[in-house]
């Protein structure tokens, strides 16, 4: 079961202020979560809906792509989970987690009604 903390500032750092204002600004409260002695950047809640996602610069290394998925991956619930990037590429999708482009985020989610 995840955890959600509750104070987010702390957890701030500078590639996740912009998109904390792009989830608050689609209506979503944004939270921090752990599991299992991982992190979830993000835990955004609107309503019933609930998104978790993670965020790096790029991922081109293995050892990044496996840091970022981690936290997803353990989560067990069915709500959406992303990892958001600075990459002009689209990845794959890797068991259920999809890949959003930094760029593309704030269209990513008006089209997708999140």
Do not use: C
Request: charged letters at 30%; zero cysteines.
């Amino acid at each position: 079961m995840i955890e959600i903390i509750n104070s987010i500032r702390k957890y701030n750092f500078w590639n996740n202020n912009p998109m904390e204002l792009s989830l608050r600004r689609a209506g979503f409260q944004v939270y921090v979560g752990t599991i299992k002695d991982t992190q979830v950047d993000f835990v955004a809640i609107k309503g019933e809906r609930r998104i978790y996602l993670q965020v790096t610069l790029q991922l081109t290394e293995e050892k990044t792509i496996e840091r970022e998925y981690r936290s997803l991956k353990l989560i067990e619930d069915n709500f959406d989970k992303y990892v958001v990037s600075m990459d002009d590429y689209k990845i794959p999708t890797n068991e259920g987690i999809e890949h959003i482009s930094a760029w593309n985020l704030d269209n990513f989610l008006i089209t997708n009604k999140l």
